[in-house]
C-alpha cells in the first residue's frame, strides 16, 4: 500500500507560482510512476503531469507544458510540482497518484483510470 499526501496548495494571484509536494510512504517498489492531476467540481479530472521515479523521465499535459516542472527528491520519496505564470484555469483541486511497479510511466489518461493510490487532494486558487 502507497500512502499520498499532497501539500502546497494556496490562493494566489495570477502570473505568482506556487510549488506543491507530495509526500509518499509505505511500500516498497523498484519503480513506481507518479502523476499530478487536477479537477475542478463539475469537470473529469485530468492529467497535469508524471514522472517514473526510476529513470526520472516525464510528461506534461499541453496546457502546463513550459509553466510547470515535476521533480522528485533526493529520497524519490517525493514528488514536486513546481508552477509558474499560474493562470486562473488553474484554479483546481491538485491530487498526487502512484502506479507502483512500472518500468515506463503510462498515458497520463491510462493513470487516471486506473491508479488505485491518490491522495486527499491540495486546493490551488489563482486569482486574476
Known amino acids: 500500500q502507497v500512502q499520498l499526501v499532497e501539500s502546497g496548495g494556496r490562493a494566489v494571484q495570477a502570473g505568482g507560482s506556487l510549488r506543491l509536494s507530495c509526500a509518499a510512504s509505505g511500500g516498497t517498489y523498484n519503480s513506481i510512476c507518479m502523476g499530478w492531476f487536477r479537477q475542478v467540481p463539475g469537470k473529469e479530472r485530468e492529467g497535469v503531469a508524471t514522472?517514473?521515479?526510476?529513470?526520472?523521465?516525464?510528461y506534461y499535459a499541453d496546457s502546463v507544458k513550459g509553466r510547470f516542472t515535476v521533480s522528485q527528491g533526493s529520497d524519490k520519496n517525493t514528488v514536486y510540482l513546481q508552477m509558474n505564470d499560474l493562470k486562473p484555469e488553474d484554479t483546481a483541486m491538485y491530487y498526487c497518484?502512484?502506479?507502483?511497479?512500472?518500468?515506463?510511466?503510462?498515458?497520463?489518461?491510462?493513470?487516471?483510470?486506473?491508479?488505485?493510490?491518490w491522495g486527499q487532494g491540495t486546493q490551488v486558487t489563482v486569482s486574476s
Open positions: 497518484a502512484a502506479d507502483p511497479n512500472r518500468w515506463v510511466c503510462p498515458l497520463i489518461e491510462t493513470m487516471r483510470l486506473t491508479s488505485n493510490f
Open positions: 514522472i517514473h521515479t526510476g529513470d526520472g523521465g516525464t
